[in-house]
């Protein structure tokens, strides 16, 4: 999954995204990294706003990993906005977040998080942990994508497709039920 694409990190603190990085390099992650400082620039990106308007230069991400507590656009801004368009919503989104708040564990999974991961405290435990979560990812398929890594919708029929295509619940019943 992590071969060929473009991996965002996400975080208001530089020496956090610096420290992150050096963890991936680590760890053998070879993919471009593009290190942002918030919410509302990785939103600029993806929505391929200037300065990130060149798809060739700036191309969709395979993975975002995101801080949670940031000014401007925090990381459940963030994770809304990703849920919200289907093109990026399967896009696996990693909350790395010094909060190890249940409520905020708990919005960021309803809010479409593929794992949430509090930091630790040294630098070495960080670089497990990213170690870890980077051969989990590198052995994951991946939705197919265009060149620029934008997800391609396929049709919802045929295999499994058709299976989704409809509401797996029955259609509501009019009126009160019987007993």
């Not at 473009?6 to 208001?12: E, G, M, R, Y």
């Not at 760890?27 to 200037?50: F, H, M, R, S, T």
């Not at 308007?53 to 000014?71: E, N």
């Amino acid at each position: 999954m992590l071969k060929n694409g473009t991996i965002l990190v996400i975080d208001d603190s530089p020496a956090d995204r610096e420290l992150i990085l050096h963890c991936m390099r680590l760890a053998g992650v070879q993919a471009p990294v593009q290190l942002l400082g918030d919410g509302a620039e990785a939103l600029a990106y993806l929505k391929g706003q200037p300065p990130f308007d060149d798809r060739d230069r700036y191309p969709y991400p395979c993975m975002v990993i995101t801080d949670l507590k940031m000014p401007v656009v925090d990381g459940l801004g963030l994770l809304e906005f990703l849920r919200n368009h289907p093109e990026l919503a399967v896009i696996p989104t990693i909350v790395l977040s010094g909060s190890s708040d249940a409520d905020d564990v708990e919005v960021s999974y309803l809010l479409g998080a593929s794992s949430y991961i509090v930091k630790p405290p040294t630098a070495s435990e960080l670089c497990d942990r990213i170690r870890t979560m980077m051969e989990y990812w590198c052995h994951c398929e991946a939705p197919i994508t265009t060149r620029t890594g934008m997800h391609i919708r396929t049709e919802a029929h045929g295999k499994i497709g058709e299976r989704y295509s409809r509401s797996p619940f029955p259609p509501a019943r009019a009126g009160p039920a019987s007993a």
